[in-house]
T-cell receptor, first 115, second 113 residues
C-alpha cells in the first residue's frame, strides 16, 4: 500500500453539474477524513468516518454535499448542483483510531474547478 | 474563527542557516500538534508532531517546541536545505470528538542556495 489515493486529480465542471470524487485510504486505517482547501487557507475539516459510519459533519458541509464509505474501505464525496464557490482542493486523509499520536496521512487531493 | 494561526505568510532563509516557523493556537482543548509540509499540487505530508505532555520533540533536522502557557509552538529546521522549500502548515487536534485537525494558513519557506 503506497498511501492514500484520490481520483480524479483534477475535475473541471460546469456550474449546476454533479461531481463525485473517490478516496482509497491506507488499508489498515479505520478513520477517513475529508477536508477542503481554498487558496491561501489551510485545509478545513468537512466530515469523517470511523469504519463505515459517518460520525461528524462540519457546518461547511452543505446539504448539496454527501459522503459515503459503504464498506469501511474507500469513500466517495459527491457534490450536487455545483457552484463556483465549490472550487477548491478536496483532500482525503486516513488515520488509525483516535488517540494522542495519531497522525493523519493525506492523499494528493482532487482539484475541482467550477466554471 | 481561526483557532490555529500562522502569522508569517512567508519566510526566506539562506541554505545552512536555521529556519524557525511559528504557530499560535487559541483552543486550550488541543492536546496534539503537528507540522505538515506541502508542495504545489500535492497533499500535505506529515513532518513531525508533539503531544501536549512534552515541550520538545526532535527528528533529525526538525525540532518542534511547545509552550503550552503561551499557546505557541515552533518548528526549527537546522540546517535548512533548498529541498525544504515548501508551504508548512501547523495543525492541532483534541482527543475528543472527531479528532480532526485544525490547520493554520501556512507559511511559505524559501531556502536560498
Amino acid at each position: 500500500d503506497t498511501g492514500v489515493s484520490q481520483n480524479p486529480r483534477h475535475k473541471i465542471t460546469k456550474r449546476g453539474q454533479n461531481v463525485t470524487f473517490r478516496c482509497d485510504p491506507i488499508s489498515e486505517h479505520n478513520r477517513l477524513y475529508w477536508y477542503r482547501q481554498t487558496l491561501g487557507q489551510g485545509p478545513e475539516f468537512l466530515t469523517y468516518f470511523q469504519n463505515e459510519a459517518q460520525l461528524e459533519k462540519s457546518r461547511l458541509l452543505s446539504d448539496r454535499f454527501s459522503a459515503e464509505r459503504p464498506k469501511g474501505s474507500f469513500s466517495t464525496l459527491e457534490i450536487q448542483r455545483t457552484e463556483q464557490g465549490d472550487s477548491a482542493m478536496y483532500l482525503c486523509a486516513s488515520s488509525l483510531a483516535q488517540g494522542a499520536g495519531t497522525e493523519a496521512f493525506f492523499g494528493q487531493g482532487t482539484r475541482l474547478t467550477v466554471v | 474563527d481561526q483557532q490555529v494561526k500562522q502569522n508569517s505568510p512567508s519566510l526566506s532563509v539562506q541554505e545552512g542557516r536555521i529556519s524557525i516557523l511559528n504557530c499560535d493556537y487559541t483552543n486550550s482543548m488541543f492536546d496534539y500538534f503537528l507540522w505538515y509540509k506541502k508542495y504545489p499540487a500535492e497533499g500535505p505530508t506529515f513532518l513531525i508532531s508533539i503531544s501536549s505532555i512534552k515541550d520538545k520533540n526532535e527528528d533529525g533536522r526538525f525540532t518542534v517546541f511547545l509552550n503550552k502557557s503561551a499557546k505557541h509552538l515552533s518548528l526549527h529546521i537546522v540546517p535548512s536545505q533548498p529541498g525544504d522549500s515548501a508551504v508548512y502548515f501547523c495543525a492541532a487536534s483534541a482527543k475528543t470528538g472527531a479528532n480532526n485537525l485544525f490547520f493554520g494558513t501556512g507559511t511559505r519557506l524559501t531556502v536560498i542556495p
